[in-house]
């Protein structure tokens, strides 16, 4: 079974320029995470899907970051425009279903160098 | 969100038992208790998760206690791969995973 494919891998850009992130999960799963992961912390949800709905933005900073998920399926994260605190690696998890708690599996993961 | 409390870091010897502890005080009757590790430059990664009573997978056991207050994942013998950050997390459905800095595991050769 395929797992949740994210990219790209590496990214560098300046200060105030924009970027995107894209995440293909495991077939079928009908709920799409994105977090974002800070050197040294734990992840931190940003946004969640559930199909093509979004079910939890609340960490989500609207004024600059942006997710969709068209058709239930891939999703893209956008950030514009970045700021240096915005570095960091930034993952894709899908589940079946976030409604009975299963087990989430996590991409590999796009780290991002604000410069 | 429900709180966990894990240690920083711990160390082990390779193919030693390695016992990770986990207190959660303030668990709730739906709480699960999972835990995620994550290796080095990937994503983290689910190990196992429990209710009440003990769990076993072909990664790890799950030990609860019987107030549920803490709990201890158990890898039987450590692998230089198993060297991680574990987290343990307490998990509903219908919430999101809440992450903490985990317990950084160092295995020796």
């Known amino acids: 079974e395929a797992g949740v494919a994210q990219s790209p891998r590496y990214k560098i850009i300046e200060k105030r320029q924009s970027v995107a992130f894209w995440c293909n999960p495991i077939s079928g799963h009908a709920t799409l995470y994105w977090y974002q992961q800070i050197l040294g912390q734990g992840p931190k949800l940003l946004i969640q899907f559930q199909n093509n709905g979004v079910v939890d933005d609340s960490q989500l900073p609207k004024d600059r970051f942006s997710a969709e998920r068209l058709k239930g399926v891939d999703s893209t994260l956008k950030i514009q425009p970045a700021k240096l605190e915005d570095s960091a690696v930034y993952l894709c998890a899908s589940s079946l279903s976030y409604t009975l708690g299963y087990e989430q599996y996590f991409g590999p993961g796009t780290r991002l160098t604000v410069t | 969100d429900a709180k966990t409390t894990q240690p920083n870091s711990m160390e082990s010897n390779e193919e030693e038992p390695v016992h990770l502890p986990c207190n959660h005080s303030?668990?709730?009757?739906?709480?699960?208790i999972h835990w995620y590790r994550q290796l080095p430059s990937q994503g983290p990664e689910y190990v196992i998760h429990g209710l009440t009573s003990n769990v076993n997978n072909r990664m790890a056991s799950l030990a609860i206690a019987e107030d549920r207050k803490s709990s201890t994942l158990i890898l039987h013998r450590a692998t230089l791969r198993d060297a991680a950050v574990y987290y343990c997390?307490?998990?509903?459905?219908?919430?999101?995973?809440?992450f903490g800095t985990g317990t950084r595991l160092l295995v020796s050769p």
């Open positions: 997390i307490l998990f509903t459905g219908f919430q999101k995973l809440v």
């Open positions: 303030t668990i709730s009757g739906t709480d699960y």
